[in-house]
């Protein structure tokens, strides 16, 4: 099992930045990779920022490329996900998660942080 949190969410005005925070917990943790969902209502889940297999790399959607920004503290557990320039169109809810395989899909994921970007 694997639990993860978040923190870090709440109500920006357009152009402003967040940073969120998701402390993972369990065992073997470092088997697994993290990165970050959204979730708009209506809309489908987004993998916006993930870390890959491949050494060094990094995924970003093509949505929030130069201006989201993943990094981890690995002796925390703990994986942040750094929002600058934020847009209305960044609203959603916000989900860490992990998987062992590829981001197709994940293993577990947190509770889910509100991002709310306002015009």
């Known amino acids: 099992q694997v639990q993860l949190g978040e923190s870090g969410g709440g109500l920006v005005q357009a152009g402003g930045s967040l940073r969120l925070s998701c402390a993972a917990s369990g065992r073997t943790i470092s088997n697994y990779l993290m990165g970050w969902f959204r979730q708009a209502p209506g809309k489908e889940r987004e993998l916006v920022a993930a870390?890959?297999?491949?050494?060094?790399?990094?995924y970003y959607a093509d949505s929030v490329k130069g201006r989201f920004t993943i990094s981890r503290d690995s002796a925390k557990n703990t994986v942040y996900l750094q929002m600058n320039s934020l847009k209305p169109e960044d609203t959603a809810v916000y989900y860490c998660a992990v998987t062992r395989g590829s981001w197709t899909t994940y293993d577990y994921r947190g509770q889910g942080t509100q991002v709310t970007v306002s015009s």
């Open positions: 870390f890959t297999w491949t050494f060094g790399r990094t």
